[in-house]
């Protein structure tokens, strides 16, 4: 079996990018379970190693969004991992193409830059997400403990957060009448 760092474009190829931490990495799949072919969006892809595990773990398709690069290599054309997709463009943008598309997904992950504000804005982009996301879908946001999430920003959706170390994962998955179980 592959792990994450053998994908193309995995850990370690991108310096600036600080990689979700082997903890949390395996942390997220034991609560998220096998893929069994449920689709994931990764936001903020960076490396790649979330959505290189999620495709590893059985996850189909897996949509990586990433504006900083031009492409992971291994994600796109001729010879690529079958069932994974490289978008190359700022995650707001990505949003509105996704949801064009009208394919949406069981989880979406994002893991943007620590400390630049990206967790208050993603809760702007709820509704954008919300669009994109199948009704029993989860999305899940990793952050730094030092950014705390507004539940204001959130209104219907429920979430509840794990944390490791420094790191949070945070779960959101949107309410529903006489639903109040997390998974």
């Given at each position: ?10 850990a370690?190829?991108l ?58 290599p ?24 996704l ?46 403990r ?36 997390k998974?």
């Open positions: 079996m592959k792990g994450a760092g053998d994908f193309p474009g995995g370690g190829q310096k600036q990018a600080r990689p979700t931490s082997g903890l949390v990495l395996q942390a997220l799949f034991n609560i998220l379970g096998p893929g069994d072919g449920r689709s994931f969006l990764d936001l903020f892809s960076g490396t790649g190693r979330v959505g290189a595990e999620a495709w590893r773990r059985g996850f189909f398709p897996v949509v990586l969004v990433d504006s900083s690069r031009k492409g992971l291994g994600t796109e054309g001729p010879g690529g991992l079958k069932g994974t997709e490289f978008l190359g463009m700022d995650i707001r943008r990505a949003l509105l193409v949801e064009k598309r009208g394919r949406p997904f069981d989880v979406i992950f994002a893991d943007p830059p620590y400390g630049i504000g990206w967790v208050a804005r993603m809760a702007s982009l709820n509704s954008r997400l919300s669009g994109i996301m199948k009704a029993k879908g989860l999305f899940v946001l990793e952050h730094s030092r950014e705390a999430i507004d539940p204001a920003g959130w209104k219907g959706w429920d979430p509840y957060s794990r944390t490791y170390g420094e790191t949070l994962l945070t779960f959101f998955s949107k309410k529903t009448k006489g639903e109040g179980e998974p």
